[in-house]
């Protein structure tokens, strides 16, 4: 059983009518209160998903920032930002300086794009909407990160032959980029490109078998892809999923109902398979995970949180992960103070 990384996955959401996160500031702040709760229960990561023209969390560095230097110690990063709306150089930029500022604790998930509620959205933004230019956009981005000259310098109106770097330069950010892969094939290309692979809880295909078992066959193909590419460093994988422990008459009413089966459908073109979620009782829990596949495979599980619930629900929510369902995951609380009596 591989060493288990544990970290939570927040979309941010905010409704003004209802729920305990009513702004976008709400958001923003229950966002960071609870990466530092996080810390302090012991779980290892605090990921943000990033979406366009919703209610949701949408400019990440900023709030990664926020995170690193409220905390000293947990895992800071993105799961995924759509590479189609960013200037990468830009992008280079900000993604360092908050990767500074957290002491090099950035875990950067990106994608060539997913569904976005807005036509044309990253059009609005200025950008290009083909997808294959969110590749294109991520090499020129990991290459700027890495410390490459990527423009010319100025040498009295016409351009030199030395190149400039964009700055700062965070030592180590390069090889912490994940790719936000939906398919078999896009992680294959993901480990000849030597990126991390980062896996949600939606594959865009089917192969009528189980969503853990199709997952598990991505993370195959990708590392076996990786090793053909002779990169050299141990690369990571993480997958995502929607883990609520049933202990208390609100989480029954909340969450009791939930089918916890996998899901079949049509999305972004393609019939698209849905991964399950897990709900009841904590042992029950720690059996179930402990039989899904790509879970077993992966090194890190980010665990999506309902955000709107408010800062002290979820930490109480991963507290009872990390206490009573992680262990059976292989996943030990390396950094958590003991429970109290």
């Known amino acids: 059983m591989r060493t288990k990384k544990i970290g939570f996955l927040s979309f941010g959401a905010w409704h003004p009518g209802g729920g305990l996160t009513r702004t976008g500031g709400d958001a923003l702040r229950q966002t960071v209160e609870l990466a530092v709760a996080a810390e302090e229960i012991g779980i290892d990561g605090a990921f943000v998903r990033v979406h366009h023209f919703a209610r949701q969390l949408a400019s990440p560095f900023p709030l990664l920032a926020a995170i690193g230097v409220k905390t000293s110690r947990i895992e800071i990063g993105t799961g995924v930002i759509d590479m189609r709306y960013e200037n990468p150089l830009y992008m ?3 993604a360092a300086a908050a990767d500074l500022l957290a002491g090099g604790r950035l875990q950067l998930g990106v994608s060539r794009g997913s569904p976005e509620p807005a036509w044309h959205g990253a059009e609005a933004f200025g950008y290009a909407v083909d997808p294959d230019q969110g590749r294109e956009k991520t090499g020129l981005f990991r290459a700027a990160i890495d410390g490459a000259g990527v423009v010319p310098a100025d040498a009295g109106g016409r351009p030199a032959s030395t190149m400039l770097a964009v700055q700062p330069q965070s030592p180590g950010l390069a090889d912490r980029v994940w790719w936000g892969s939906g398919t078999r094939a896009s992680a294959v290309w993901a480990g000849e490109q030597g990126m991390n692979l980062m896996s949600s ?21 990708f590392r076996e892809s990786w090793s ?24 029954r009413r909340l969450f009791g109902a939930d089918a916890n089966d996998d899901q079949v ?13 897990y709900s009841g009782e904590p042992d ?38 990390a206490r009573e369902v992680a262990p059976a995951l292989g996943w030990g609380p390396k950094h958590a103070p003991e429970p109290v009596p």
Do not use: C, M
């Open 92 to 94: 280079a930029e900000t």
């Open 201 to 221: 809880t939606l594959l865009l295909e089917d192969t009528q078998v189980p969503f853990d078992q199709l997952q598990a066959e991505q993370i195959e193909l």
């Open 228 to 251: 053909k590419a002779g990169h050299t460093r141990e690369p990571r994988v993480s997958v995502s999923r929607s883990v609520i422990p049933i202990t208390s008459d609100l989480d």
């Open 265 to 277: 459908g049509w999305l972004d073109g393609a019939i698209s398979r849905f991964g399950r979620s």
């Open 284 to 321: 029950r829990l720690a059996e179930e995970l402990a039989r899904d596949e790509a879970v077993q495979a992966a090194d890190t599980i980010l665990l999506t949180v309902p955000s709107q619930l408010g800062v002290d629900y979820n930490a109480a929510l991963l507290e009872t992960i």
